[in-house]
């Protein structure tokens, strides 16, 4: 498994064909979190991917910590960022274990990962305390830019995975409604349905038009109220009480 996990680590540099979109996400979402969550709670944060969640989470929370089981990504993200303050345990989810709880957990792009989100799920409701909060982040299948696709006959499936996905290890995409699914069997109920960058156009497109940085920030802020239709999900899930 650990061999899996870094052969994926290529993926997770500027480089990669779809740094454009990640650069935006990735730099989106961790604003989004920490507006609506206040710097003195608990934060547990699974995986650390390319490492901007990361960053910035452990300049904000007072008490951090990040779970990650690739050997070669903690590495990485350390070398970038030497005066990090989070603390880094190199774990799989499926066997991460801690005596704490956190008023936070935040499972940023995980799920299509991971061979079984419920797994996963199930398990961290024990490192939630009680009236925590869970945030999770996924790509979304059906986003504008691959219905635009599918309805011009390019894409056959939009639930099917790229090439883009592949290279990062994606197992799976979801949907609004497949995710609310999701967490819903495992015990969750959402309180929050957000969208993450709506994107009309294929990256290429996108890129060759130069866009001006506020017409990025006002297709994040968009996105917002248009889940369905984003290039990626944000869900805020609470633990449903007996």
């Known amino acids: 498994m650990k061999n ?8 997770y540099g500027e480089e990669f064909s779809y740094a454009f979109d990640n650069n935006i996400i990735l730099n989106w979402y961790p604003q989004r979190i920490m507006k609506i969550c ?9 995986g650390i991917g390319h490492g901007f969640s990361t960053d910035r989470f452990s300049r904000y929370f007072s008490d951090h910590v990040v779970v990650d089981g690739s050997a070669s990504v903690i590495e990485q993200f350390r070398r ?10 190199e774990s799989y989810f499926e066997h991460f274990e801690c005596d704490s709880t956190f008023d936070l957990i935040i499972m940023g792009f995980v799920l299509e990962h991971v061979e079984d989100p419920q797994v996963v ?7 939630l305390s009680p009236g925590g909060s869970c945030f999770i982040m996924v790509p979304n299948g059906e986003s504008l830019h691959r219905r635009l696709g599918h ?36 015990g969750y109920h959402i309180v929050r349905k957000e969208g993450l960058f709506l994107k009309p156009f294929t990256t290429p497109q996108l890129k060759s038009l130069n866009l001006d940085d506020a017409i990025i920030d006002a297709m994040c802020t968009i996105g917002i109220d248009y889940p369905e239709l984003s290039c ?11």
Do not use: C, W
């Open 80 to 89: 970038k960022h030497p005066n990090n303050r989070a603390t880094i345990v």
């Open 151 to 186: 309805s011009a006959g390019l894409l056959n499936d939009m639930m099917a995975l790229g090439q883009g996905d592949l290279e990062l290890g994606h197992n799976r995409l979801y949907s609004s409604e497949s995710l609310t699914t999701e967490l819903n069997q495992a």
């Open 232 to 242: 990626a999900l944000l869900f805020e899930a609470k633990i449903n009480t007996p």
């Open 4 to 11: 899996k996990l870094d052969n994926f680590i290529e993926a």
């Open 121 to 127: 799920l199930k398990r961290f409701k024990k490192f």
């Open 38 to 46: 206040s710097n003195n709670q608990k934060l547990l944060e699974l």
